[in-house]
């Protein structure tokens, strides 16, 4: 009997911490964000960005990461502040993004990377609603951590399908063009 008993508890302190999320918390413009751990490929430092003209301010260049050119969005353009500053402490987050039929990964430049929180479902709320003139679904809900909130990012939502699209496009133009001055 003991024994069972001892079994179930383990059972639920398990299931207890399955349903903790892992968070990566960063941030930009001096504003907490976090996405799910689960979304991160890599962390790495800001190393030779191209930039490439005629794109959108958000898109601050690609990256020659193992022969493979990523696309790297400024997230505080795309968050509607002002570009960002590069630092010692700035760096690149590199997420998989969905497209309608494939995967693109993309570097996301960073003010600073804080830390990784285990966040309880208790401790998360729906994204506010503010209106119809205030765009939130880049929002995925907002976690209470120490009496403040960081906001919970949709990575599949920070860039439309046509942004994503055009991410596509300058991936496959910088990578020819990579490709050609490799010969």
């Keep these: 009997m003991s024994k069972l008993i001892r079994k179930e508890s383990s059972h639920h302190a398990l299931a207890s911490q399955e349903q903790v999320g892992q968070y990566l918390t960063f941030l930009v413009d ?4 976090a996405i799910s751990i689960l979304d991160v490929k890599e962390i790495i ?8 003209p005629l794109t959108p301010d958000y898109i601050h260049g690609v990256i020659n990461l193992r022969g493979n050119v990523v696309p790297v969005i400024d997230l505080s353009a795309r968050l509607k ?33 804080r ?33 403040k909130f960081i906001i ?29 001055s490799a010969d």
Excluded: W, Y
């Excluded at 001096?30 to 964000?33: H, L, P, R, W």
């Excluded at 300058?170 to 063009?177: A, D």
């Design 30 to 33: 001096k504003e907490s964000f």
């Design 152 to 180: 919970l990012l949709a990575i599949n939502k920070v860039l439309s399908l046509e942004e994503l699209s055009q991410l596509g496009q300058i991936t496959e133009s910088s990578g020819s063009r990579i490709a050609e």
């Design 81 to 113: 502040h002002q570009c960002a500053e590069v630092s010692k402490r700035s760096c690149i987050v590199l997420v998989e993004v969905e497209m309608a039929d494939s995967v693109q990964l993309i570097g996301m430049l960073v003010d600073e990377v």
């Design 115 to 147: 830390e990784i929180l285990e966040i309880p479902p208790d401790n998360i709320q729906p994204a506010p609603d503010f209106g119809t003139d205030i765009r939130t679904d880049f929002i995925q809900s907002m976690a209470r951590v120490d009496e």
């Design 45 to 52: 430092e800001i190393a030779n960005i191209t930039h490439v």
